[in-house]
């Protein structure tokens, strides 16, 4: 009973959103490694080092994280670190399909490796790294939806 | 990482689909408790006993498998145990909402419990309970949707 | 190329909507079967016999269609018929789901008999049997939501 | 300008997240008529008398707030309450699919009444009257989810 | 009872789902501000003075219609005309959680605007600007789809 | 009963699920005329020509399957080609809501075509050509995603 679980993702830049999953996320795994693409199919806001950080800054009260920069096939990377277990929330119907067609296709890629779902809480279902850079960027307040030294440095680097 | 389990159901009877997830589940946690409930809403075609043993019977290679009866809040029956995780398996949209909601509802009444959701496998996506049911009593074959054993029972308790 | 296609249904009773697809479906198959199910797993207000005259009067100037009761298996049935073709309507996501899961089950139990969807006109998106029923139940009318001799068959049948 | 809003239901008994959407239609229109329906297809937990009481009751601050007993047509009811706009609550995309069919069918029946829709506040999103009497059944705590006044009537009511 | 509700969009061009939208909104409200946003993240085929002309043109019957560019949080921009409304138009699933992410982003930015939904009639389901645009460069007629004013600037705008 | 049946995409490239379609719809009609877009939206790994080119390697044993080119209204296309169906294939819920549309278009573009669709086999479910670009990409496996000459050509194509 040694799992060690993927988070994998973008976080361009991390929000409450993915907080709390990575918080839930804790206590039930010998290890939660946050997994930051640098694979990107769009031009992201933050540099693969910026959006590192920031995780790393808001859960270095876990000694059960890790964060680090992953690329190529999830499964592999997956592989390499000795995970079982990829994590993934689940906010919508839309995230439903699109997640229900990722965890098949790696299912068959890798059998060995679980993906397990974990409903994002009600709190932070409207929450995305899309609206809230959108929100940032049309001056509106990122309270309650990213922590403290994570909109400070948005503001910092959408006034460059 | 002692975690524990409950994947709740009626049962009526246990589907390919349920034994895949059960097997995945296996892997991952110290203990798996199969918790059949007694209080469903509709009548049922097996008794509790006859429901409890048809899992105990196809899962009975898995030795951290327990499967038991249990009544009230899951919430509840969980502490009890003390289990720290729900499973639960999503084939479709219908299934997302409505687990969606349970897993938040469970949430409020226990923080502490965690609700984790697999996909269920392709090939049993459109297998249901009442479906198989259905196709037993209208006497078509029941080969591939659940283990022999229990297609067995469905015939018997069909054919009184 | 000589397809008999099967649109099965409880019909209790046919709807305009139901129409619509009969009458799209006559140019493309060389017969169509209009299979009225006996084994309703609720109670309807019309008998089998009232549910296959209801339509067989309204379809009577379509030469290539058959109305007729059926029970068992749709497969078994399609079979017996020489039937290749199984014709569905789709209104929303919640029938998608669930038409899904039949067409899937479908191909398992007889992998020759084929399923076809077609999209419900937008104008007849919002109707369903039961939501014609219970409009008539209240006293509204049904112009526009049913052929008229189908409406005065419903007010017969609920003032009894 | 002087618009009158139809908030109908069986609120059996009625929840927060009803509570949440008279709240936000009170400073919208002229009058909220809160239609309580006794034609409800299924048996209910408090009769009509009840579930009217219960929301006067939790209502009352409310100058604009009118709760009272309705049956047959939405729209007729409407007509003769002068009122031009239904209000029904979403929360999940089953809700929307019904509800469409239902504002669909009204408009068609009476084009002259607008159905409008809010959407239910995020922590309400799991909240129905059926899972809290289960709940409540069950021996769970329904803090959070009705007015306490609410909460001892059904207790009362399970009690007996 | 004096609302003020906000229609906003980018409405290029503005289609007969929209003018529909717009026409059910006149009646309810004291004033619709029909809010052409000059945000848009996709390149418009019209400028923003076209796209406020084009709507302008066919809601000049209205007289408490308004057609205004705007720029900036919608919430802030609501605030400055002293509006209390936000009106959406719903056709799909997809549009549904799209919509509801929107309104509860707002609601938290400034819980004193309501936003609600109107369903589009189901003649004009299956609408959307981008389509037409599609229609159109093909060679397509756009007849029922958008006011025949509409239809020659698109057919101008496209041949330039 | 001489239905002539389009299959149109931009199949960049096709995959097994593609296939199965075709392979489904053979018995069915009279000709299957595969249209491959030339107007694709997005930039395309495949040029045209290799698109159809290895559509027709895969689909060689099939007398009455045609490979084309085409560009324009599809319904345009269809009326020219004498074609009176419009066959899609159907994965999930976000697919039925963009078919549905282009369904809705379609027939009032011309009621005389009718578009009819097949679910796609559950083992292809997950199956997209952009999935499978991705992965390819990534240096994973696409065996059992599409055909070996398929395979060895996206190699190729992403070696250059």
Chains 1, 2, 3, 4, 5, 6 share one sequence.
Do not use: W
């Not at 990107?40 to 890790?66: A, E, G, H």
């Not at 995970?83 to 997640?99: K, P, Q, Y």
């Not at 890629?109 to 995305?128: A, G, Q, R, V, Y």
């Amino acid at each position: 009973m040694h799992n060690i679980a993927i988070y994998p993702g973008t976080f361009d830049p991390a929000t409450n959103g993915h907080l709390d999953i990575i918080e839930r996320a804790v206590p039930l795994f010998a290890q939660v490694i946050v997994a930051v693409t640098c694979d990107s199919s769009k031009p992201t806001l933050f540099s693969i080092q910026d959006r590192i950080q920031m995780i790393k800054d808001v859960t270095q009260n876990y000694s059960n994280v890790r964060v680090e920069e992953f690329s190529g096939l999830l499964v592999d990377y997956a592989c390499k670190k000795e995970a079982n277990v990829i994590i993934r929330g689940l906010r919508a119907v839309s995230d439903f399909e699109h997640e229900f067609q990722m965890a098949s296709l790696n299912k068959r890629l890798n059998p060995k490796i679980e993906t397990l779902f974990m409903m994002t809480h009600e709190d932070n279902f409207f929450l995305s790294s899309s609206a809230i850079k959108e929100i940032a960027a049309l001056g509106g307040s990122l309270a309650g939806f990213v922590p403290n030294i994570i909109e400070e440095r948005i503001k910092q680097r959408l006034s460059n």
